[in-house]
């Protein structure tokens, strides 16, 4: 009888011998991971780990726990490595290490779904890219942690899945410390640092020219900042929405990954929508071009079509709408140059920002598709959401599509800011020109009102039978008419000349009234009137307000109306100063007799001020005071007429 030692020996080599030679007729035959004592980063185990495809997408935990599995060398081997189907993984782990808690390196997967056998029943432990941010099991959505007390030995099954992009051989699974993948987690932010400062400052940059643009729109009201306004939000919600799949920057989309490629074509076309109607709007097509208006109009009519026929592809295959969403953007791209066509024959310095930072966009995408042909075969396999993780600035592509949207973006700013200068001038000139016309029509009114005033003295004189008076009136009404004629075709005269002007016109009136009210014009020492200058005629119609409202009413005392220029303030005050019965009772006067006569050019000198500080020429502040007694009794009415002195222009 052999030795118990050597039977032993013998019993191990003979079951060792059986496992050797049953083994590969047994594809489940599972090897066990063995985390070692002096395990301290990490173990690939890859070559540990056995695979069952699932082609019809349906199969749960429990029906697949005895299906036949194969190692990684015979499925990559087959022609089944895509996005069509499930892929379940089962490996054993063996704790001898002085770690409880481990974690496990599931790869770049969309969902990932880890189960422990001896709880299959409970809900698996989650992770992958399009996993929810508050459904991952860790904060790095690649990663699951998993517990095997030391000396334990525990088996997993995992479901791995992507939805659109096919696998790229790149399957790869380890054990690892939480220290050492923090450090490499470390080593990637720091490769990766340039590109993250430079999206903060795209996102930034992009956020600032959007608040500048509200604000903008609110002063303006110009429609173009609005769709401005929508084009940078759309932009800011897609790269959005790329930066957060892959990354721990968590704000928005990473609430909502299960939707994340529900949201692929939406974004960018609504994007496209509020870009059409900027141009439309900021060039001004409907009066510039109305062919080329109407051919924006609707190709955005026709991308927002599209939006709701891909809502419904999308219901029956999310394959189907991301490969028509592709080929449509070709469709667009024909569209796009003959728009640019349309857009240069507008030749307007407008045209030349929307050209040139077209150009810089176009630069930008053409070189992020350029690197998307050269590091994968199609868009399925190299996207957007693998792309973060990569770590240099210049081999992420999106990075050059983001420099042509700053420069876009900031070449449209300055575009919207010429274009507001542009509108500001011509909205002065177009006010300028209707004050300038209005002031025309507004003296063309005045002095047909002073000589029918004038005439009608005359006449009530003739009628008088007081023929040497109304003689002399006509001879001096003629002189004033001629200056008053003269004067009429000059946008301005001086302030002496003024004072010339109402002098004749008073001597008239006091002809006229045969000395009943006197006046008198009183001007400070040390004012030059040549040096200021007003518009002409604009003291008659308060004289004459004042004498035939005023005066021509007051029925004792002695009746009088002075004209005073003096200084206060930095202001040169000129006042129309009567002793007469007031506005209130030469109204109530007025009001019971309607052949009175109304207070004509009054109207006529607000209006004309008013036309005059449009223009910006004279900015002439009129006040009128009723003045009354000690008893309170109303004597009378002073017109103040304030111009800016000269030196303070």
């Not at 996005?83 to 409880?100: G, P, R």
């Not at 401005?228 to 920057?249: A, D, H, K, N, P």
């Not at 009378?636 to 800016?644: D, F, K, N, R, Y």
Request: overall charge neutral; hydrophobic content about 45%; charged content about 20%.
């Amino acid at each position: 009888m052999l030795p118990g030692d050597l039977r032993k020996r013998l019993s191990l080599l003979i079951l060792l011998f059986l496992a050797g030679v049953f083994q590969p007729l047994y594809a489940t035959a599972l090897p066990i991971v063995v985390v070692e004592k002096r395990f301290e980063d990490s173990i690939n185990i890859q070559d540990k780990v056995l695979f069952f495809i699932d082609s019809s997408r349906t199969r749960d935990i429990n029906s697949i726990i005895n299906e036949k599995f194969e190692s990684l060398a015979e499925l990559q081997g087959s022609d089944s490595l895509h996005h069509e189907y499930y892929y379940w993984a089962t490996f054993s782990i063996c704790n001898d290490s002085k770690f409880d808690r481990l974690l496990l390196y599931c790869g770049e997967f969309d969902h990932i779904r880890l189960f422990q056998q001896g709880a299959l029943g409970e809900d698996p432990i989650k992770a992958g890219l399009l996993t929810n941010y508050l459904e991952r099991a860790y904060q790095n959505e690649r990663y699951i942690p998993i517990v095997i007390p030391q000396g334990q030995t525990r088996r997993y099954y995992m479901q791995v899945s992507n939805e659109l992009r096919d696998f790229r051989n790149e399957i790869s699974f380890s054990i690892q410390t939480k220290a050492f993948e923090q450090n490499k987690r470390n080593k990637w932010i720091a490769a990766r640092s340039g590109y993250d400062t430079f999206f903060g400052f795209f996102f930034g940059a992009t956020i600032l020219f959007l608040a500048f643009s509200a604000f903008q729109f609110f002063y303006y009201q110009d429609r173009a900042y609005l769709f401005y306004i929508g084009y940078l939000f759309t932009l800011v919600l897609y790269y959005l929405r790329i930066f957060e799949s892959g990354t721990q920057f968590n704000v928005l989309f990473s609430y909502w990954m299960e939707w994340y490629y529900y949201f692929e074509a939406p974004i960018p076309l609504l994007c496209i929508i509020a870009y059409i109607y900027f141009l439309i709007h900021f060039l001004g097509l409907p009066e510039k071009n109305p062919s080329l208006h109407n051919l924006f109009r609707y190709s955005a009519w026709g991308v927002l079509a599209y939006i709701f026929i891909d809502v419904l592809i999308k219901l029956f295959s999310l394959e189907a709408s991301f490969e028509a969403y592709f080929y449509s953007r070709l469709f667009g791209v024909f569209v796009g140059i003959y728009a640019v066509i349309g857009v240069l024959k507008l030749r307007d310095w407008l045209t030349f920002f929307i050209i040139i930072g077209s150009l810089f966009l176009l630069l930008g995408g053409g070189t992020s598709i350029l690197i998307y042909a050269v590091k994968g075969s199609s868009p399925k396999v190299f996207n957007d959401i693998v792309l973060n993780s990569e770590t240099g600035f210049w081999k992420i592509p999106i990075s050059y599509m983001q420099i042509g949207i700053i420069l876009e973006v900031f070449l449209f700013s300055v575009g919207l800011s010429y274009r507001n200068k542009i509108l500001i001038t011509e909205k002065e000139e177009n006010e300028r020109k209707w004050a300038e016309s209005e002031l025309k029509a507004l003296k063309a009114q005045l002095n047909p009102h002073f000589i029918f005033n004038s005439l009608n003295s005359v006449i009530d004189l003739i009628q008088k039978e007081e023929n040497e008076d109304a003689e002399d009136y006509i001879v001096q009404f003629s002189f004033l008419l001629r200056k008053v004629l003269e004067n009429s075709e000059r946008a301005e005269i001086s302030l002496d000349e003024e004072m010339e002007t109402c002098r004749q016109y008073l001597s008239l009136e006091k002809l006229r009234f045969k000395g009943s009210f006197h006046y008198s014009i009183i001007v400070s020492d040390g004012l030059n009137l040549e040096d200021i200058f007003i518009p002409p005629f604009l003291f008659q119609p308060y004289l004459e307000n004042a004498i035939w409202h005023g005066l021509l009413h007051k029925e004792a005392g002695r009746k009088e109306v002075q004209l005073k220029v003096h200084q206060r303030d930095g202001f040169i005050v000129c006042e129309v100063d009567d002793n007469g019965i007031g506005r209130l009772a030469a109204g109530k006067i007025n009001a019971n007799n309607p052949r009175k006569k109304r207070s004509f050019g009054m109207n006529i000198i607000r209006d004309r001020l008013k036309a005059l500080g449009t223009l910006g020429t004279h900015h002439l502040t009129i006040n009128i005071i009723d003045k009354r007694n000690e008893e309170g009794a109303p004597s009378g009415t002073m017109v103040e007429v304030l111009i800016p002195h000269p030196k303070n222009n």
